[in-house]
């Protein structure tokens, strides 16, 4: 389903304690691989 619609499913990510209930932005840089199910991301959090 998640593929039907393209989606972006992150798993796996630590830390996510350490950021704040709200305001935190994350960027995500991903590589899409044509005709597989994933591939790798760098997640960063900018923290105001």
Do not use: C, F, Q, W
């Amino acid at each position: 389903m998640a593929l039907e619609k393209r989606l972006i499913v992150l798993e796996n990510l630590t830390n996510l304690d350490l950021l704040p209930p709200t305001g935190a932005l994350l960027i995500i840089g991903l590589l899409r691989l044509e005709g597989s199910s994933g591939g790798p991301a760098s997640v960063t959090a900018l923290v105001p």
